[in-house]
């Protein structure tokens, strides 16, 4: 039974960080990409971040590049998301998702992954 677990959400402060954990269970996460997506209130899913399996391989929305990294432990069956300087607008449920590659539209949740995980808030608030 394939299963992905997001943990690590929480009340942050502007400026601050969190490290978000997807934990995979019910294949082999060296041969799946997994996505990072997130969806605010009254706003649509948006694609985050992917890392590829073949050659971990790292894509990140514009929105997000720089402050955010992304990684994974295979023996761990856990990707991460490094969160650094935080901003209201990355308030929003973040979820993970897993595909067989990243490919061209991975932005885009409607084309991406048949699992997703349950969601994770994040709230960057003072």
């Known amino acids: 039974q394939v299963q992905l677990v997001e943990s690590g959400g929480g009340l942050v402060q502007p400026g601050g960080s969190l490290r978000l954990s997807c934990a ?3 294949f082999t996460l ?3 990409a997994i996505g990072w997506f ?3 209130p009254g706003k649509e899913r948006e694609g985050v971040s992917c890392i590829s399996s073949s050659d971990g391989s790292t894509y990140y929305a514009d929105s997000v590049k720089g402050p955010f990294t992304i990684s994974r432990d295979n023996a761990k069956n856990t990707v991460y998301l490094q969160m650094n300087s935080l901003k209201p607008g990355d308030t929003a449920v973040y979820y993970c998702a897993t595909d067989l590659v ?3 539209s991975w932005l885009n949740p409607k084309a991406f992954g048949d699992y997703w995980g349950q969601g994770t808030q994040v709230t960057v608030s003072s």
């Open 102 to 104: 990243c490919g061209s």
């Open 38 to 40: 997130r969806q605010a």
């Open 24 to 26: 995979v269970s019910g």
């Open 30 to 32: 060296d041969y799946y």
